[in-house]
DNA sequence: TTATGATCATCG
DNA sequence: CGATGATCATAA
């Protein structure tokens, strides 16, 4: 049995019933479900654990924007946790596309539509354990809160407001409560088309949306008491 | 080049 | 010492 990509769910039973397998497995096990090698440099394979989950949940490949399981409606994020238990690190959610963000709507917008729900699967990122014995842990699918959406959706219009506005130059991340704006590229050369504050064709670096870790916090500690 | 998967590493 | 800005790998 080669290393090949798994078959995708066929419903949502299935999937969790999927990552049940996974859950107290370390990153050694999960290398060998997906017949991969570990990585050599965890630095320069910082994407690893998500992508091997995918692999082994049979999320559609590759950089498609799309849902990782668009039958089911289901975006797959793994969430690292340090030695507390808790998200350290911010959470991509996708790619901004700033020659394409006039007239959108919070309905509309792909930022939403992959956090309508999410399949959290948390594992240990803690440094002070060997790589290949961090473990995974018990997946919490979810769904935003009223509260949650109203406070994301709120995020997202401050942001798209100055995005509208041609002014990606005065952005940062410091806006947003849940959700922020980071760069999202290989450098802080690149390069990306986008339009200035005179609605002229410019060059910007390109910026993706972003999870506080603040949230997913709270995500992963509302998913205790349920 | 744009999208995905993210974490790294420096600064305030 | 947490958050921001920068960076790494891979697919199409």
Redesign the pocket.
């Known amino acids: 049995m080669a290393s090949r990509q798994a078959k995708a769910p066929s419903s949502v039973e299935e999937l969790l019933d999927n990552c049940r397998q996974l859950a107290g497995l370390s990153l050694a096990d999960l290398a060998r479900k997906t017949c991969s090698p570990l990585p050599v440099s ?6 690893w ?3 091997q ?2 692999k082994f949940l049979g999320a559609s ?5 799309e849902p ?1 399981f668009p039958e089911l409606g289901i ?4 969430l ?1 946790l340090n030695a507390n238990g808790q998200p350290q ?4 959610v ?2 901004i ?1 700033l020659m394409a963000l006039n007239q959108q709507t919070w309905q509309q917008a792909w930022v939403n539509k992959k956090l309508q729900q999410v399949l959290w699967l948390p594992y240990e ?1 803690s440094k002070t354990i060997e790589y290949a014995k961090r473990k995974l842990g018990h997946a919490v699918l979810w769904q935003p809160s009223l509260s949650q959406a109203q406070q994301l959706q709120q995020d997202w219009e401050e942001i798209m407001e100055k995005l509208c506005m041609g002014e990606q130059q005065q952005l ?3 806006h947003g409560q849940f959700l ?1 704006v ?7 050369k690149a390069l ?2 986008a339009y200035d504050e005179q609605g002229e064709r410019c060059q910007t ?2 910026l ?1 949306f972003y999870l ?3 949230f997913t916090r709270e995500i992963l500690e509302n998913s205790y008491l349920g």
């Open positions: 965890p630095t320069h394979a910082k994407g654990v998500g992508q989950a995918e490949a590759g950089s498609k924007a990782d975006e797959l994020k793994t690292p690190e911010s959470t991509y996708c790619h596309q990122a940062s991340a410091h922020q980071r760069p999202k590229a290989a450098n802080a990306t088309n670096l390109p993706g506080r870790p603040g």
